[in-house]
């Protein structure tokens, strides 16, 4: 069955480095576009970035631009982040997602993975 | 890229129907058919529920509805359900491929 498996969260100090991975199995994980989807604790979803399923093309939210970078490796059917000069607002759970290339929705979610970022 | 806005809470009684609105603007909900609507229960992975503006994915009951009007979208779930209590978000393409949330609506069942 379809499954998404983020890894790599943890406590990070602010202006350091963390790199998030999502593992991807039982579909054509080349064949989909992947996004990351945080949520701050008591708040709501927040998109952070997508990437093509050819890895080609990249976009991000404002509140990311110029810190955080997606990637991916389809030989390993693997997503990143890395999350470059993370502040206390980067804090909260990551989800990856995929998309049907163009169809601007999102049909399977990983469960995710917690992100502090705290001195 | 500010988020839609919903109510924060909604409720009804087992059988009853329970409507939740998804307001943005004319450069997200209002210029595009990509509203799309996700279940979430805390601490599991978000599920799509309504793609398109009314579209269910295969296995989502016909218990729940979507629509849009201008700004605003709606989701409906009929027959209200004891599992149906959740965290319930909207979500609408934004151009330019970016993406926007609702800040989202924690449904109870009375």
């Known amino acids: 069955q379809v499954q998404l498996v983020e890894s790599g969260g943890g406590v990070v100090q602010p202006g350091r480095s963390l790199r998030l991975s999502c593992a991807a199995s039982?579909?054509?994980?080349?064949?989909?576009?992947i996004h990351w989807v945080r949520q701050a604790p008591g708040k709501g979803l927040e998109w952070v970035a997508d990437?093509?399923?050819?890895?080609?093309?990249?976009y991000y939210a404002d509140s990311v631009k110029g810190r955080f970078t997606v990637s991916r490796d389809n030989s390993k059917n693997t997503l990143y982040l890395q999350m470059n000069s993370p502040r206390a607002e980067d804090t909260g759970v990551y989800y990856c997602?995929?998309?049907?290339?163009?169809?601007?929705?999102?049909?399977?979610w990983g469960q995710g993975t917690l992100v502090t970022v705290s001195s | 890229q500010s988020a839609l806005t919903q109510p924060p809470s909604a409720s009804g009684s087992p059988g009853q129907s329970v409507t939740i609105s998804c307001t943005g603007t004319?450069?997200?909900?209002?210029?595009?058919?990509?509203v799309s609507w996700y279940q979430h229960h805390p601490g599991k992975a978000p599920k799509l529920i309504i793609y398109?503006?009314?579209e269910r994915p295969s296995g989502v009951p016909d218990r729940f509805s979507g629509s849009k009007s201008g700004n605003t979208a709606s989701l409906t779930v009929s027959g209200l359900q004891a599992e149906d209590e959740a965290d319930y978000y909207c979500?609408?393409?934004?151009?330019?491929?970016?993406?926007?949330f609702g800040t989202g609506t924690k449904v109870t069942v009375l």
């Open positions: 997602a995929r998309e049907i290339s163009g169809r601007r929705y999102l049909d399977a």
């Open positions: 039982g579909f054509s994980f080349s064949s989909y576009d």
């Open positions: 990437i093509w399923y050819d890895g080609n093309n990249k």
């Open positions: 004319s450069s997200d909900v209002g210029d595009y058919n990509f």
């Open positions: 398109e503006v009314n």
């Open positions: 979500s609408s393409y934004a151009g330019s491929n970016t993406y926007v």
